[in-house]
T-cell receptor, first 113, second 117 residues
Framework: DGGITQSPKYLFRKEGQNVTLSCEQN?????MYWYRQDPGQGLRLIYY???????QKGDIAEGYSVSREKKESFPLTVTSAQKNPTAFYLC????????????FGEGSRLTVL | AQTVTQSQPEMSVQEAETVTLSCTYD???????LFWYKQPPSRQMILVIR??????QNATENRFSVNFQKAAKSFSLKISDSQLGDAAMYFC??????????????FGKGTKLSVIP
């Protein structure tokens, strides 16, 4: 079955450590996205990529980094520069037709101790 | 930049009854797409319904329908014959069709819907 796989589902890290969240899709979608979800805040866009080897900052990119070396993969690194990294992170993908919806993974919950 | 507002943080409905969730948005564009997503306790976002702004007809998907008022910039979701499985967070989202923002969704803060047996 096609879909988006995020790993790990739960992650605990000490303050000051970088962590990388994995996102893999087998939907053959060109575009991929990372959103952050906090209680009462909805979803906020961190980074997005429309094509391999290209990505753009979203609304809250500070303290995060991404890469897009393969069409299927769009990992997100939460760096030590991110001031409040504890959150729920959602990865999504879509075809490049602007009318099409985003398909989401099951999310990763990051807790920084 | 576009903004999406959901003014009802929480709502409840009796099983088998009808409930309407509100969404308003702010944009200067004439062409765009609107979406309602459902996020159940499993937390995976699921598309409920999509509306194209240039289409007058309101979208429907089984028990889910929208009331799209373009001039008022309003996009409400009506759930008929509510079921226990409808309990979830519901997010309204906006997508541009042009410019740098056209490949991302802008979300509202969500409405938590409870279904009472």
């Amino acid at each position: 079955d096609g879909g988006i796989t995020q790993s790990p589902k739960y992650l605990f890290r000490k303050e000051g450590q970088n962590v990388t969240l994995s996102c893999e899709q087998n939907l053959n979608h060109d575009a991929m996205y990372w959103y952050r979800q906090d209680p009462g805040q909805g979803l906020r866009l961190i980074y997005y990529s429309q094509i391999v080897n290209d990505f753009q900052k979203g609304d809250i990119a500070e303290g995060y980094s991404v890469s897009r070396e393969k069409k299927e993969s769009f990992p997100l690194t939460v760096t030590s520069a991110q001031k409040n990294p504890t959150a729920f992170y959602l990865c999504a993908s879509s075809i490049r037709d602007r009318g099409q919806e985003l398909f989401f993974g099951e999310g990763s919950r990051l807790t920084v101790l | 930049a576009q903004t999406v507002t959901q003014s009802q943080p929480e709502m409840s409905v009796q099983e088998a009854e009808t409930v309407t969730l509100s969404c308003t948005y702010d944009t200067s564009e004439s062409d765009y797409y609107l979406f309602w997503y459902k996020q159940p306790p499993s937390r995976q976002m699921i598309l409920v319904i999509r509306q194209e702004a240039y289409k007058q007809q309101n979208a429907t998907e089984n028990r889910f329908s929208v009331n799209f008022q373009k001039a008022a910039k309003s996009f409400s979701l009506k759930i008929s014959d509510s079921q226990l499985g409808d309990a979830a967070m519901y997010f309204c989202a906006y997508r541009s069709v042009g410019g740098a923002g056209s490949y991302q969704l802008t979300f509202g803060k969500g409405t938590k819907l409870s279904v009472i047996p």
